[in-house]
């Protein structure tokens, strides 16, 4: 299971490939942007992980230092998941 805040996820350790994890949330209406630092063993768990704290606002996903996706939730409940780079 992942753990926000630089506790490894899945049990299996660096065999697994473990990945340093950002996202970098915006602010909207009364709630400031935050930045989340994760680990995570692949993009499946990551973008849960994305999924739960972003709360239902547009957030980048990055791994390793590089900017994977941005993820944004329409009115009508529907997760987007974009390519890095998209406006």
Known sequence: MAKIDSTYAGGGGLAMGIH???LAIAAWNDQPAKDIR???TDAHEALVIAHREANE????????DRLIC?????SDCVWLVM???SA
Do not use: H, Q, S, V
């Open 20 to 22: 340093d994890y950002r």
């Open 38 to 40: 994760f680990k995570a």
């Open 57 to 64: 606002r547009m957030a980048d996903l990055w791994r390793d």
């Open 70 to 74: 941005r993820i944004a939730e329409t």
């Open 83 to 85: 390519p890095a780079g």
